[in-house]
């Protein structure tokens, strides 16, 4: 079975630009989050959503913003970029149903802001 | 408000004896608690979990125990072996519908030696 998938590994963009990061789960799983990644701040969610609406939302700017599809798959964009944005951008997913199943992590994406 | 801590930011051990990685934290709504590993430029991978209605669980040679009283739950590795050298993550989750938001704490960087 294959893992979490997130593309593309590394991104390197211009402060003020934009970006879109992807995200396909484990096959039948149908939650999936986001979490930042930063050597300051450690691990912190950024939001999940299931079957295409967003459930949980962390304390983050409203630049972050997410969507699901009906496949799953997720997307996660970022506007107007800021230099505090670099990081790496982890995305999860679950399996719905069970109470107590684990969040299974792709390897990120790698972002840096210039 | 850190809700998780795990005060040992490093912990040095020789291959063949135990290591015990060691959490606390401050929320009482957190009801399923998990443990990850996290290698350079790779995802964290999920070891193993407790529920708060546990205060044991054993997956070979990984086991953690929950102190619900005490809001203390350490992770024990024995033998510990040198391919366990990584930085460990205790990350929470409150009960309701938060599947997949997780509290990460700092980490812990483990070195096993030869």
């Known amino acids: 079975k294959a893992g979490v998938t997130q593309t593309p590994r590394y991104l390197i963009k211009t402060r003020g630009q934009q970006v879109t990061l992807s995200c396909s789960p484990i096959?039948?799983?149908?939650?999936v989050s986001w979490y930042q990644q930063t050597p300051g701040q450690g691990l912190q969610f950024l939001f999940e959503y299931f079957s295409e609406t967003q459930r949980n939302k962390g304390n983050f700017p409203g630049r972050f913003s997410g969507r699901q599809f009906s496949n799953s798959r997720s997307e996660m964009n970022v506007s107007t970029l800021e230099l505090g944005d670099s990081a790496l951008y982890l995305c999860?997913?679950?399996?719905?149903?069970?109470?107590?199943?684990?969040?299974?992590f792709g390897n990120g994406t790698r972002l840096t802001v210039t | 408000d850190q809700q998780v801590k795990q005060n040992s930011p490093s912990l040095s051990v020789q291959e063949g004896r135990i290591s015990i990685l060691n959490c606390d934290y401050t929320n009482s709504m957190f009801d399923y608690f998990l443990w990850y590993k996290k290698y350079p430029a790779e995802g964290p991978t999920f070891l193993i979990s407790i529920s708060s209605i546990k205060d044991k669980n054993e997956d070979g040679r990984f086991t953690v125990f929950l102190n619900k009283s005490a809001k203390h739950l350490s992770l024990h590795i024995v033998p510990s072996q040198p391919g366990d050298s990584a930085v460990y993550f205790c990350?929470?989750?409150?009960?309701?519908?938060?599947?997949?938001?997780?509290?990460f704490g700092q980490g812990t960087i483990l070195t096993v030696h030869p």
């Open positions: 096959s039948g799983h149908r939650s």
């Open positions: 999860a997913s679950s399996l719905e149903g069970r109470d107590n199943s684990p969040l299974h």
């Open positions: 990350a929470p989750r409150e009960g309701g519908t938060s599947y997949g938001k997780l509290t």
